[in-house]
């Protein structure tokens, strides 16, 4: 029993470092290093759900901290949390530790220096 969940682990965690976009379960921490210097660092725009309009949000190119995969990944937040990001990145705290608080509209990226 024990191998079979550290077999569907490893196979989930294979996915999330391929995948072009940083996503966190509830509770989850992950660091991450920002990229506001560079061209499309940061963009808000409108942001879709199965083909349809689904609110604004703003889209960061980041690396994770810690992991084999160094591409330019994309991290994207809804409004309330691009105001603590962004207050963070204004600080020149461009290497986050961001924790998800929260489930569907409720949820919350907090942000703290490292």
């Given at each position: 029993m024990e191998s079979a969940k550290r077999n569907l682990e490893n196979a989930s965690n294979a996915w999330r470092d391929s995948s072009k976009y940083i996503t966190l379960e509830l509770n989850e921490e992950i660091d991450l290093k920002f990229h506001?210097?560079?061209?499309?660092?940061?963009?808000?725009?409108q942001d879709?759900?199965?083909?349809e309009p689904s609110g604004w949000k703003t889209f960061y190119q980041v690396t994770h901290i810690g992991s084999a995969n160094q591409e330019l990944r994309i991290f994207k937040a809804n409004r309330n949390s691009s105001k603590f990001i962004n207050a963070e990145l204004a600080k020149g705290h461009?290497?986050?530790r961001i924790k998800r608080v929260g489930l569907g509209t409720k949820t919350l990226y907090q942000p703290t220096a490292i």
């Open positions: 506001p210097d560079i061209t499309d660092g940061v963009v808000v725009k879709t759900f199965q083909g461009w290497s986050l």
